[in-house]
């Protein structure tokens, strides 16, 4: 019952190939036409859905916003735009230092330690090549670049998790005393244009400093 | 088409063990015009239109003239005999079953070491920060189902599982749908490390329950292949099905799955599980009692339809994938000018092996060619469906480009999604003959292997 039932096993019954048509008594042929209605219904207004989800902005996503949204979202949404339009055409990297008693330690390279674990790698983990990335990425689509307020009402978890990212990685003390306070910067450096290239733009790194953010030993709840 | 496709053993391969995705996409579009038998049959509809031509020959042979009418009376019979009666594509179904389970898993085995970082007690994506963020867009997960550490152990080990029994195809039905569960739990708890592979394993993962995946190449296609007596006395069968209504029940009675969704169209998960449970206990009572009834006649076909529908929005869903890719590169200017893919190859994230990416971005020709022949393989893929040859040439520059992907940028797991994802259009005789080479080389393989343990 629960296995892959019987397609293909010829006993003929759905008539298999070019096998004559089985004769259908007239309710059988009332719920056939009917599933089949509503089948071909179903599937086309999903698919139709899932166009207009990954179709530029339009008219018809305008009118039908509520159907498409609620069939796609939270299961079957979708980015498709691999490198696209542009593909991205620089390295963020994303630093952390942390305050002490002792005072303000040194900047750490986050970004820095994924690459080193991703060089060389055959199948880099998704811990090195996504998390932070990503929490980054989510950071900043949630937070205004010029004095870091929250523009999203998920702004907060961003911050919450890029936090706990770092305390993961420094841990709860830095030279024996306890972190009370931590600070991140992303660099910007642009790739370098090809060889070949009659372009030339800076390649110098630029920073962007965020705020001091209190640390507590609520942060370090689950981290090892 | 060459007549050497169609005449020789290939065709018949094709046309009678289904038509395959090429045949389904290219295929439907046509079945609502009548049938040219006065032309030679297209390769790529052959298969599918085996029935729909059979029927109509007798008729357009006694009468050379034939009514507009009547043609398409036939043609719509026809149609409606080959949905409803034929399990389209099962080679390529079983293609995508195997393939992203083995994606899902190989991710999972790959992650063990970093598993309770990535999903479960030790992530800094904490179970509070999760249902806050699954509170707002109520994805599906169990693991927010407790904080308890062993809970998250369990179903990661429940997901290992679920992905080796849906690759061995045994009980595939019930399997798939724990697949489902599986792949939509780790993935929703955190949403926010996956990327393109994991989507498109997500999105596969919930179509592969509508299809009928488990007709070949499974242990459930074995078992019915020993003979139609043992169908009747599944004890394994139903003791799962009996212990999965139990569970479900269990979460039911516990509030954790909702009969009714939160947004339009307000569809919960406890009707969908519940649907399923009851579909998999009636298709059992009819086959065990009532094997050669009309019910199980119509539950075989309803099944069968669905199947059809469910194999279109997988093969939709691909070229899906394709198109958004390729038409948004077209605005792009680096993809104008023929530079963009020097772009990723410098990014350190995606840049594994410095010096082989280097070696790649010295030549302005080759990323020129690569960089055009991206969008162009990529916005040109969905038209060349209608033309089998081309189809498979473009597939196979496709698979060649992702396993590019795979070395240059270091996506080795969504490189094998993407290369999986593109074999539901690959013909039905190019996955047999995979199949034969793979168990060949298993069969090889077992002879030495076997010395060892003795």
């Known amino acids: 019952m629960t296995d892959g039932d019987g397609a293909g096993t010829g006993d003929g019954t759905g008539g298999g190939g070019g096998s004559a048509p089985r004769v259908w008594s007239r309710p059988a042929l009332a719920v056939l036409v009917a599933g089949a209605v509503g089948l071909v219904t179903c599937t086309a207004g999903f698919l139709g859905a899932l166009f207009l989800h990954v179709a530029p902005p339009n008219t018809l996503y305008q009118r039908y916003q509520k159907q498409v949204d609620g069939v796609v979202y939270p299961e079957f949404e979708q980015n498709w735009k691999l490198f696209a339009p542009d593909p991205l055409q620089q390295n963020v990297t994303v630093d952390a230092r942390v305050r002490t008693a002792a005072g303000t330690g040194g900047w750490i390279g986050l970004t820095a330690q994924d690459i080193a674990a991703i060089r060389g790698n055959p199948i880099p983990s998704h811990l090195d090549q996504n998390l932070l990335r990503r929490a980054w990425d989510f950071y900043d689509s949630t937070h205004s670049n010029q004095d870091d307020s929250a523009t999203a009402p998920n702004g907060g978890l961003a911050q919450e998790y890029l936090k706990r990212i770092a305390l993961q990685r420094i841990g709860r003390a830095a030279g024996g005393d306890p972190v009370t306070a931590i600070q991140f910067r992303s660099g910007t450096r642009e790739v370098a244009p090809p060889p070949w290239s009659r372009e030339s733009w800076s390649t110098q790194i630029q920073y962007r400093e965020l705020g001091w953010w209190p640390v507590t030993d609520q942060d370090y709840r689950g981290l090892r | ?454």
């Not at chain 2, 034939?66 to 389209?88: M, P, Q």
């Not at chain 2, 139990?246 to 307000?266: K, S």
């Not at chain 2, 038409?327 to 190859?345: E, H, I, N």
């Not at chain 2, 995606?350 to 080759?366: D, K, Q, R, Y």
């Open chain 2, 1 to 454: 088409m060459s007549q050497s496709e169609t005449g020789g053993g290939a065709d018949g391969l094709v046309a009678g063990a289904g038509a395959g995705a090429d045949g389904l996409v290219a295929g439907i579009p046509r079945q609502a015009a009548p049938p040219k038998v006065d032309q030679p049959v297209d390769q790529p509809v052959a298969g599918l239109v085996a029935g729909p031509v059979a029927l109509a020959r007798p008729v357009l042979g006694a009468v050379p003239v034939v009514r507009l009418a009547d043609r398409i009376e036939a043609a719509v019979a026809g149609g409606f005999h080959t949905f409803t009666g034929r399990v389209l594509g099962p080679y390529q179904a079983a293609t995508v079953r195997i393939g992203f389970a083995l994606v899902f898993t190989l991710q999972l085995l790959r992650e063990w070491p970093h598993r309770r970082v990535l999903y479960g007690d030790r992530s800094p994506w904490g179970l509070d920060l999760a249902r806050q963020l699954l509170a707002g867009n109520h994805a599906f997960t169990v693991l927010v189902w407790s904080d308890s550490r062993w809970w998250f152990e369990a179903v990661y080990l429940f997901a290992v599982l679920a992905g080796i029994l849906l690759m061995l195809g045994w009980r595939t039905r019930a399997t798939s749908v724990l697949f489902m569960v599986a792949v939509l739990s780790l993935q929703n708890r955190s949403v926010l490390i996956g990327d393109g592979g994991d989507n498109i394993v997500h999105l596969m993962a919930i179509y592969l329950v509508f299809t009928r995946c488990g007709a070949v190449w499974s242990l459930d296609a074995r078992r019915r292949g020993r003979g139609p007596g043992r169908v009747g006395h599944d004890v394994a069968g139903v003791l799962l099905w009996a212990a999965l209504g139990g569970l479900l029940a269990a979460a039911q009675l516990a509030g954790r799955v909702d009969w009714l969704g939160a947004t339009w169209p307000y569809l919960g998960w406890g009707v969908v599980f519940w649907t399923l449970w009851a579909v998999a206990g009636a298709w059992y009572a009819v086959n065990r009692w009532w094997p050669q009834s009309e019910p199980r006649a119509v539950l075989d076909a309803l099944a069968t339809m669905l199947h059809n529908c469910a194999l279109l929005v997988i093969a939709v869903q691909v070229v899906l994938v394709y198109s958004t890719a390729g038409w948004y590169k077209v605005q792009g200017s680096r993809w104008q000018d023929g530079t963009a893919l020097y772009y990723p190859m410098h990014l350190d994230y995606f840049a594994p092996w410095p010096w082989l990416s280097g070696v790649l971005g010295t030549s302005a020709v080759l990323v020129f060619l690569l960089s055009y022949g991206t969008v162009l393989v990529q916005v040109a893929f969905p038209f060349t469906l209608m033309n089998r040859r081309l189809k498979n040439v473009l597939l196979a520059v496709m698979m060649l480009e992702h396993l590019g992907i795979a070395v240059v940028l270091g996506l080795p797991i969504f490189s094998l999604a993407m290369i999986t994802a593109d074999a539901v259009f690959l013909p039905t005789a190019a996955l047999v003959w995979f199949a034969g080479r793979v168990r060949r080389t298993a069969r090889w393989g077992r002879a030495p292997m076997l010395r060892l343990l003795r």
